[in-house]
């Protein structure tokens, strides 16, 4: 794996290698933008479903495979010329049939596996979030984005033909408030009490599939008052089949100087939370969540609140 600064140092071969292609192509003007095709962006899969690219992408870089998945090469563009509402990516590439990846707002936060034109697959190229020890303690920088498109280019219409590529998020934006804990006790500090996320959504396949090879702990920006300790997530992609993820979220109390600890929530984050509160019943384009955790004291239970749906857990419920 290596970074995307890394990756820069070799942006120059995969683009000396198109190239080449557009020499072979027979394709000679001195406007390069009139040969091959362009690559049209959007961002439609939202819950107004209107294209709201320009407003949350300000760099794609485009990773283009042959028809037997071998890497060809890679495109970047990055800076006001992707807000602009009229940006096109050029390309120049052989007739042929391709897959086209792209991929929105690239940065230091991730890390891509090794590409070798000619030889590097669909399959094995991979996107991960740079971590440390399985644990993500920052926010992250930009929301990611994901498209994915195969497409036949013909020689016949060279200077012509626009591609769409259709992107959708892969971040989501998660507030747990907790509620009603007792902050205000002298003996109790707020750092007693954690709020952590963990999931298997941090490696992707060049499909946008989540492998689940490691768990990692999202640990959030919080802060408190006498009774309400508020939790700001940055997680990856969480899916409708929750057991992709395997995601969780827990609260829990340990505190060294009394000798106690104990779970005091725990759930399934996407089965028991997000899918059951969706306005849409589709986690890939609702991106923003505020889950609120009313603890009940006395009859030991916890209310959830997500936007207008609710939900009582009982002590039973969280511990058996």
């Known amino acids: 794996m290596k970074s995307i600064k890394n990756i820069l140092s070799k942006l120059n071969n995969s683009i000396s290698l198109v190239m080449a292609l557009f020499v072979l192509s027979g394709c000679v003007n001195d406007d390069l933008s009139l040969c091959g095709v362009s690559i049209k962006y959007t961002y439609t899969q939202n819950l107004d479903a209107e294209d709201k690219f320009v407003d949350y992408v300000d760099r794609v870089d485009l990773f283009v495979f042959d028809d037997k998945d071998r890497y060809v090469g ?26 086209l990846i792209a991929w929105g707002n ?57 591609i769409t590529i259709d992107m959708m998020q892969d971040t989501k934006y998660i507030k747990v408030v907790c509620l009603n804990l007792p902050l205000e006790d002298e003996y109790v500090s707020k750092d007693e009490y954690t709020c952590t996320i963990t999931s298997r959504n941090g490696d992707y396949k060049f499909d ?38 395997s995601s969780k979220l827990l609260v829990r109390y340990d505190s060294q100087t009394r000798g106690q600890s104990a779970d005091l ?56």
């Open 74 to 99: 890679r495109f970047y563009e990055t800076g006001e010329i992707v807000k602009s509402p009229s940006f096109a990516m050029p390309l120049t590439l052989l007739e042929g049939d391709y897959t």
């Open 106 to 162: 690239l940065n230091e936060d991730y890390l891509l596996s090794e590409f070798e034109p000619g030889v590097t697959t669909l399959h094995e190229a991979q996107l991960s979030l740079d971590r440390e020890n399985s644990t993500v303690d920052r926010q992250l920088a930009a929301p990611l984005y994901f498209g994915m498109l195969e497409t036949n280019i013909k020689v016949d219409k060279i200077g012509k033909q626009i």
């Open 208 to 245: 946008n599939s989540i492998t689940g090879n490691d768990r990692l702990l999202y640990i959030p920006e919080s802060e408190a008052d006498t009774t309400t300790i508020s939790n700001n997530f940055t997680t990856l992609r969480e899916q409708n089949d929750y057991r992709v993820t």
């Open 265 to 320: 929530f725990e759930a399934d984050l996407v089965k028991d939370l997000l899918l059951p509160a969706s306005a849409v019943n589709n986690l890939d384009i609702e991106h923003d969540f505020t889950i609120e955790l009313e603890f009940d004291w006395t009859s030991m239970a916890v209310t959830v609140r997500i936007g207008e749906w609710q939900r009582i857990f009982q002590d039973y419920e969280l511990y058996n």
